[in-house]
């Protein structure tokens, strides 16, 4: 596989390297705080429970109200940022986000808790379209795969520090003073981007002739749409994983739940490092399309290994990392793919569109695959999320030459002679 030739660095008068580091590390404190407050909540249940006198569907709601209103406005938050710019949405998402669970500390029944994690969804809804148009038009071009692959490991980082950072807070502390100090974070965070804002720049305005299509037209072409299918159909076989590898594990093999959470742990970690793998990949190298396709196969296949295959419990743990791994490393190129097929100026709405194809992925799975194991019929869980992998890889490849056409079209051709 042949090397990529060195790709033109970025003309800003603020260095380089140093630069985009600064870059990433503020972007994705935000992107970690947005998955962090998204995961903060499920461990006080049982604490919310007790004291608002409210049922286990009403404490979900919560959390399932704060992931919907950030996927239904993600896309017209893009439009508004393409707009006007990034940076102050950016601003002030963190800040509305963080101080939405501030105020969850005083909180004087569960309807205001319920209040609070809508605005704070409002907030959260900024992070994607403004963190990628941000970062597609600020870090050099020759460092995009290893800034998306960042962005993206610190949004796992705050998944996995949530629920265990809250769960070690309530041991010292009331659930108000815990919700009140992290919520409280994001203020620094906010000031901290706003005072450094003039290292993140936004993206360039198209010209005239770029913007042959609306943004409502840009959205609904054949690239883009494919695009999402893949996010959306990739996000069902993850939650589909996520959420009932163990289950499965212990119907078809008797697996302890010890080892199939070690299981479960080892897909996370491999999907979490996997991507910054992927990042390396997506800047040196051009081919990211047989990169994702090789990699999504070789996860399905392990995949089907094991929902299909007895192995010793010990080679569980193993494959299920393998598969994260391959899986996370599939994701970068593919962020890096959508950049290279948006138009100027069209970064925030085309990754809030497409980005919010996975909470919905997450949203869809649960219950059919529930069912499935209802119904008796866990073998068929693993094989079926290694199918919509599969078939995701048909979006992607049909996305990619759907994008190569529109581009050769958009492309001016020779002016006549005079």
Known sequence: MAEAPPAPTSQSPFGGASRDARIIALIGTGHFLSHFYMLCLPPLFLVWREEFGVSYAELGLAVALMSAVTAALQTPVGFLVDRYGARPFLVGGVLLMGLSIAAMAAAPGYWAILLLAVLSGVGNSVIHPADYAILGASIDKARIGRAFALHTFTGNLGFAFGPPVVAALLLVMDWRSALAILGLLGAPVALAILWQSRILQDQGRPRKQEAAMTGRELLLSRPILLFFGFFLLSAMAGTAIQAFVITVLGKLWGTPVAVASLALTGYMA???????????????????????????????????????????????????????????????????????AVPPGQMGKVFGFVSSGLPLGGAITPVPFGWLIDLGLAWMVLPAAAGLLLLSLLCMGSAQGAAARAARQARPGPVPAE
């Not at 295959?309 to 970068?332: K, Q, W």
């Open 270 to 340: 491999g999907a979490t490092g996997g991507v910054l793998v992927g990042g390396w990949f997506a800047d040196r190298y051009r081919n990211h399309l047989a990169f994702i396709v090789g990699l999504t196969v070789a996860a399905a296949a392990l995949l089907l290994a094991l929902g299909l295959v007895p192995m010793p419990e010990i080679l569980l743990p193993v494959v299920a990392c393998l598969a994260g791994l391959a899986l996370g490393a599939s994701r970068t190129p593919r962020d890096v793919m959508l950049k290279e």
